[in-house]
């Protein structure tokens, strides 16, 4: 049985494209794996709370020299890797924001980063420990950012390859509806988007 996470980033609730392909993205993957659960974690509506000093410093601190207090700090880091560790395949909603992520992807990314669990050191340098999984992106954007002008302003993409990767999982797909706010191509955009989903 495959395990699906989907993580949801938007604000725009039930009119959100990246929620709408992401859900597409998923109806793909139980047509190719019929027996499989999800597991949907809306990251706006949990509200994960940023990174601060006592939460950083307890990350780094072995389990059980922990005090109470400092256990509770990292509760959502380690219920979050929980949860991520017991998944097969990860479908990541990633709306572009100011050119990025939104705040609530990013805090999540945060609290899934602790060295010792997602990531450790060899004698090469650092090395990713979520291994095996298969990650989608569901990337949507007002304007066009896979070519063109706007590439260079695409830090969604690349950077989400590019951590992910840090943390073992390299494979990663991202499928784009973009131009959704070009008036040219907003008609077309989730269209084009949800036609162009393969799972491997």
């Known amino acids: ?3 699906i996470l989907h993580l949801i980033s938007s604000l725009q609730g ?13 109806e793909k993957i139980q047509e190719k794996y ?24 307890s990350l ?3 389990g059980d020299q922990l005090t109470a207090a400092e256990k509770e700090s990292i509760r959502f880091s380690d219920d ?8 097969d395949i990860i479908v990541i909603g990633a709306p572009l924001y100011n050119f990025t992520i939104s705040s609530s992807l990013k805090a999540w ?10 990531f450790g050191y ?3 340098g650092p090395v990713g420990l979520v291994r095996g999984k298969k990650v989608y992106v569901a990337m949507t954007s007002g304007g066009v950012f896979s070519e063109g002008p706007g590439k260079e302003n695409d830090f969604v993409a690349p950077y989400l390859k590019a951590f992910l990767g840090f943390l073992g999982m390299t494979d990663l797909t991202v499928f784009r509806a973009e131009g959704l706010k070009v008036l040219e ?3 077309s955009a989730m269209e084009k988007a949800i036609d162009s989903i393969e799972i491997d």
Request: charged share 20%; glycine share 6%; proline share 7%.
């Open 1 to 3: 049985m495959k395990r």
């Open 60 to 62: 780094f601190i072995p």
């Open 14 to 26: 039930k009119d959100s494209h990246s929620i709408k392909l992401g859900h597409a993205i998923v």
């Open 122 to 124: 060899g004698e090469s």
């Open 185 to 187: 191509l907003k008609a």
């Open 80 to 87: 979050a890797i929980k949860q991520l560790l017991g998944s």
């Open 109 to 118: 990314i945060d609290h899934i980063t602790r060295p010792g669990m997602t």
């Open 34 to 57: 019929p027996v499989s659960a999800v597991e949907e974690l809306n990251l706006v509506d949990i509200e994960i709370p940023h990174l601060n000093p006592t939460t950083l410093r």
